[in-house]
Structures are given as structure tokens and as C-alpha cells.
């Protein structure tokens, strides 16, 4: 069974950081592309980052460039996203999620439940 | 402001068919980018309903079916229940922004 399993949100200042981990388990983790999508409270869903198999090629949505950086541990079946400079608006529900196919534009065909980030002072 | 969009709320009576538009410009729908559906319940991430425009993943009911032409995309949902109820997320990929982009969402309320 493909499972996902979000941790490390909490609550954290403004201009703070955090790094979030995606367990994941029941599929071959190096062959699949991976992504963060967040949500902030009462919102629609936003593309956080896409990563390829290896590590090798990431895209981020403008509003987290240069702030964020997600990374993976292939071998330990493990997705990251580190946090840095952390906004208010950063608030939101992560979620990580399995890309169905190893390209950009693929869907994402299991996620997982998420973890909470909220940054306030 | 989403890149896709969806209507803010649906609502049928159970048995009927609801359908849930998706629009989107020559940058996402338009450029021939498939489109998949996502249902989000109450409290619980989002789960894939349909893949490229039209395919279901073993375990999704036929009761959910997915088109897209030219900008536009729909979801259709037959046989209404009452476990139906939740938010609807629409997705595609957009060439100028280099990512996915999702509808704002549409709330389905089983009457």
C-alpha cells in the first residue's frame, strides 16, 4: 500500500524556519517525481515545488523561490522541504504528494494528510 | 485569484447528476495539458478521482467522469450520495508559470 506521511509543521515567527518530512513507503521512491502542495486555512489548494527522481531538477512557484528548498533521500524513502524566511503567509496545511508520471505536467496520484505550518508571532 | 476556474459551490439531491466546470487559457487547458480531479473531504488530504482528462484509478466509483475540450474541462458526478459531499479541485500544468495550477475549488452539497 503506497502511504505518505507528512511531519514538522508547528507553530514558528516570522522570519523563522522549519523543515518538513514526507515518509513515504509501498513503491520504488527513486523512480517517482515528487511535490508539495499547501493550503492555507479555509483555502484552495497551491503548488508548493515539483523535484525529479533524482534530485537533480526542482521547480518552485514564484512566492517560495529563494526561501525554500525541497530536496529527497532516495535511499531512505524520504521527501524535505526546508523553510526558511518564513512569511505569515506561508501559513497553510502541507501536503506532500506522489507525481503520476515523470514529467512536469503530471497529476498527483497519492498524497498524503498533511502537516500543519503556522507562522504568527 | 485562481489560474483555473471553478464554480465557488454545486448541489444536487441524491440520484442526480452534478456537473463541475474547470476553464483555463492557452497557457494550461489550452496547450493541451491533461487535466485531473481531485476530492477533498472534510479534514483529510486530497485524493485522486480522475487522471488525463478522463481516466479513473482502480477504486473510483464510474459514477465520476471526466472531459476536457479546448480551455474547458468538466467533471461529472451520477447517482449522488450523500458521502459525495466535499470540495472539488481541478489541476492542470501551465506552461508560463512552470507548475501545476489548481481551480479555487467547488464545494458540492448533497441536498
Redesign the interface.
Known amino acids: 500500500e503506497v502511504q505518505l506521511v507528512e511531519s514538522g509543521g508547528g507553530l514558528v515567527q516570522p522570519g523563522g524556519s522549519l523543515r518538513l518530512s514526507c515518509e513515504v513507503s509501498g513503491f520504488y521512491f527513486r523512480t517517482y517525481w515528487m511535490?508539495w502542495?499547501r493550503q492555507a486555512p479555509g483555502k484552495?489548494?497551491?503548488?508548493v515545488?515539483?523535484i525529479n527522481s533524482d534530485g537533480s531538477e526542482i521547480?518552485?512557484?514564484?512566492s517560495v523561490r529563494g526561501r525554500f528548498t525541497m530536496s529527497r533521500d532516495n535511499a531512505n524513502y524520504l521527501l524535505y522541504l526546508q523553510m526558511d524566511s518564513l512569511r505569515v503567509d506561508d501559513t497553510a496545511e502541507y501536503?506532500c504528494?506522489r507525481v503520476?508520471s515523470s514529467t512536469?505536467?503530471g497529476?498527483?496520484?497519492?498524497?498524503?494528510?498533511?502537516t500543519l505550518v503556522t507562522v504568527s508571532s | 485569484q485562481s489560474v483555473l476556474t471553478q464554480p465557488p459551490s454545486v448541489s444536487g439531491a441524491p440520484g442526480q447528476r452534478v456537473p463541475i466546470s474547470c476553464t483555463g487559457s492557452s497557457s494550461n487547458l489550452g496547450a493541451n495539458y491533461d487535466v485531473q480531479w481531485y476530492q477533498q473531504l472534510p479534514g483529510t488530504g486530497p485524493k485522486l478521482l480522475i487522471y488525463g482528462n478522463r481516466h479513473r484509478p482502480s477504486g473510483v466509483p464510474d459514477r465520476f467522469s471526466g472531459s476536457k475540450s479546448g480551455t474547458s474541462a468538466s467533471l461529472a458526478i451520477t447517482g449522488l450520495q450523500a458521502d459525495d459531499e466535499g470540495d472539488y479541485y481541478c489541476q492542470s500544468f501551465d506552461s508560463r508559470l512552470g507548475g501545476w495550477v489548481f481551480g479555487g475549488g467547488t464545494k458540492l452539497t448533497v441536498l
Open positions: 511535490s502542495v484552495g489548494l497551491e503548488w515545488a515539483t521547480n518552485y512557484v514564484d501536503y504528494a503520476d512536469w505536467s497529476g498527483g496520484d497519492h498524497w498524503g494528510q498533511g
